[in-house]
């Protein structure tokens, strides 16, 4: 994957410094975009108008030069590592070598992520080295841009999302309606039907198909009213489930991110019109997404719909805590929260953005109903990544 | 669980510093740790000889009340978080709220991780905060002595490490010896037996028992000649097979580790003799380890026993490439991979250190074998956390 870092030669140029250096490990979303490079400790990546470096220990050589998309892979050994380490310890060592390595490489002022560490830094500046933590999200702005290669291991993910989605309507589907003397449950092959059993459906079915998660919401009843409750315990009929499923592939480390809401059983009339309302206001999203029209606009698009049926929104009354309590959306990439903001303060959409569309409704009272689907905008608008059906009832 | 902070206490005043800082979301151990709290963005935790105070969104502030081991929760909104951030952006509204929460601690110098982000420490120094990079392992030396609690923690974890492994003999006492035209392949029900499948065996049966993990080594041949490759493709009848786990709880976030070295088939003399070796340099490292003896003292008794065997290891030329190619063991907790170091740099053991017993061989022609026990280092002694049998064959 070649990324068009043109926007950060433009920074560099205007900022006046010669490089960009990211120093962490292959989980650093950064890192990987730029280094193409996957290692379990941090390593160095130097991006200038002329060349992407990468310098790694010996131990990772071999893998960075086959690996890497760097121009230039240079090993510490290269530079005495071991017997400054000797002599100064391990982090002056590292910090010399990468002083030598910067010198080589005519580099003598650096931009870094804000996250960048601060003892290398520190040690950097001491060796003459300027060093300036980028706060204009250049990166990351160029990072919400995806080629289609990317476009595409994003689509793959949301094929396996998709897949656990299925899953967890089959359990639900065969689930049957009990009850555990604490009112109604669901069941399942003889025991109750638990948030943690579906969740672990989720993660089989996503383990067979390549992708790992660290979490998962499948949240009912009261749980469901707080978008953030990951869930836990029984799940109940005649009460919205949300299921909130957001996956990473292993082999690209792209994301996929989807949600459904289900009710087994009755839903009742409040939430069979939470759920129209929701999927409305999933519309009016997707009516208004193109590029050049900003995530404001396309917020605006749900909460106007929410606020015509008379629901409070953050927008209509920035103290409530029922109704539609979060943004529309955002961008999903090697992050699973990246740019652009589909949201109160979010900017330009423009082809490549790949971005959520979640709308929901919130009340203690009532429980939870959400809807997500993932979508990439086009030149002419956008296309939809989810084919998973939105249904309500199972 | 509660740290004895002691030794950070001491450093604090040795270096005239008033707390130590950090700036992280739960997944880095330090910040969970000293927390005790777990939230995915970044949050902020001061400890002081007083107190542990932690500053986060209003999103998490019920939960850090609830869960987290701060004796003093804060929310970015008590601050003007808010107005700050649409006058000044959010990055400069948070280094304002943070400074202005230290000021109300009383703090006006710190000490930080090595790795605490480079923005925000430069805002705090804008702000007359003095940032200091501790380089002196003060807080990863505290982790590294477990409490019961702790240890409890790891042991469970080996628990269901040691569930996998029986999954993985499993699958190994199951398949048959095939030929896939290019060679003896294992087969299993009716498929070559592959990495890959043993693997997803070994992922799943982890997540039952509610341990993830993000890497898995079961490398056959060549493949585990190299003690870094995570092994792929067909596994083969009469060669050693390198399996080593090493999951984290979903719950407690503490790691296992364990490896063992199978062959399927005829062994042959050479891996049987590096077999015996292996237990024998395991038993020599066993019988040196107790408080007071160094990690280095525990390394040279294994690098002794393959020496006197004629073997080489790094201690006796420290340019092989075959023999013992690596250091004798970790700490493990937080992290897979901490304090203390069982290897040539390695310090005193103390009580409460939980560390790897892994010698191993290798060598291009012939393959690798390595055989990893996790234990503890006790007042008398040690105790081995793990039960899973020591075999070659299956």
């Not at 991006?47 to 998309?69: D, H, M, N, Q």
């Not at 601060?118 to 160029?142: Q, S, Y």
């Not at 292993?250 to 839903?267: I, L, N, Q």
Request: proline share 6%; with cysteine.
């Amino acid at each position: 994957m070649e990324p068009d870092l043109s926007q950060l030669e433009d920074y560099l140029a205007s900022a006046g410094l010669d490089g960009y250096l990211v120093d962490a490990d292959g989980s650093n979303s950064t890192q990987r975009y730029l280094s193409g490079f996957d290692a379990p400790d941090p390593f160095v990546t130097l991006f200038t108008p002329e060349t992407t470096a990468i310098l790694v220990s010996s131990l990772e050589f071999g893998r960075a030069k086959k690996e890497s998309r760097a121009d230039d892979v240079s090993r510490l050994a290269d530079y005495e590592y071991r017997s400054l380490a000797a002599e100064h310890g391990t982090d002056e060592a590292r910090a010399r070598v990468v002083a030598a390595w910067l010198e080589d490489h005519a580099v003598g002022s650096i931009a870094a992520p804000d996250r960048f560490p601060l003892g290398p830094a520190d040690r950097l500046r001491e060796r003459g080295i300027a060093v300036e933590a980028e706060t204009e999200d250049v990166v990351t702005e160029i990072r919400a841009r995806k080629t289609d290669e990317e476009i595409e291991w994003i689509r793959e993910a949301q094929r396996a999302n998709e897949a656990a989605m299925r899953a967890t309507n089959d359990l639900l589907d065969a689930a049957t309606i009990g009850d555990d003397g604490d009112g109604d449950v669901l069941r399942y092959e003889g025991e109750v039907l638990t948030s943690e059993r579906v969740k672990r459906e989720i993660e089989t079915t996503l383990l067979e198909r390549g992708c790992a998660l660290d979490e998962t919401i499948v949240a009912c009843g009261a749980d469901a009213a707080d978008p953030h409750d990951r869930g836990s315990g029984p799940l109940r009929p005649h009460e919205p489930i949300i299921v909130d499923i957001f996956p990473q592939s292993k082999a690209t480390k792209y994301h996929a991110d989807m949600t459904r809401t289900f009710v087994k059983g009755d839903p009742g009339a409040e939430i069979r019109e939470w759920f129209d309302l929701t999927r409305e206001a999933m519309d009016a999203a997707f009516d208004a997404i193109e590029p050049g029209v900003t995530g404001e606009a396309v917020h605006d698009a749900v909460c106007d719909v929410y606020e015509d049926a008379g629901l409070p929104t953050l927008r209509s009354d920035p103290t409530t805590e029922t109704g539609f309590i979060h943004s529309t959306g955002h961008g999903v990439g090697l992050d699973v929260h990246e740019l652009p903001r589909v949201s109160p303060d979010g900017g330009e959409l423009e082809p490549g953005h790949v971005i959520t569309v979640e709308p929901g409704l919130y009340d203690p009272e009532i429980g939870g109903m959400r809807l997500e689907d993932l979508v990439v905008v086009t030149e002419d608008g956008h296309e939809n990544l989810t084919e998973h059906p939105i249904e309500l009832r199972v």
